[in-house]
């Protein structure tokens, strides 16, 4: 059983950014594909992005392209997500996850949360105008 923990979340003006890193622990996290996601208090929690257990491929949705962009370092068992030029529309709880699935084959399959099988408890991202 694997253990995510996130960490790097806080409070930033919009323009500026934040890298959020995924510790994980158990066996076999080089099978893992892992997933960010964010949610926000009323609404569904949203797909960021994957990366597939090697770190060779990589997704991200249309609204962070450009702007995000997701790493892995199995050799440390971390994942990050480096984000740029936040807006305040990126406001919310991130999630990392881990999915024993191929999710990165298809963006629809990265995006969607019943994929993964492990989940962190989430850190606070806070964008002010």
């Known amino acids: 059983q694997l253990q995510l923990e996130e960490s790097g979340g806080g409070s930033v003006h919009s323009g500026g950014s934040l890298r959020l890193s995924c510790a994980v622990s158990?066996?076999?996290?080089?099978?893992?594909?892992i997933g960010w996601f964010r949610q926000v208090p009323g609404k569904e929690r949203e797909g960021l992005s994957c990366i597939s257990n090697t770190g060779g491929s990589t997704r991200y949705d249309d609204s962070v392209k450009g702007r995000f962009t997701i790493s892995r370092d199995n050799a440390k068992n971390m994942v990050y997500l480096q984000m740029n030029n936040l807006e305040a529309e990126d406001t919310a709880v991130y999630y990392c996850a881990a999915a024993i699935g191929p999710v990165t084959l298809i963006l629809e399959m990265c995006k969607k949360p019943a994929e993964y099988d492990y989940w962190g408890q989430g850190t606070q991202v806070t964008v002010s105008s």
């Open positions: 158990g066996p076999f996290l080089d099978r893992y594909a």
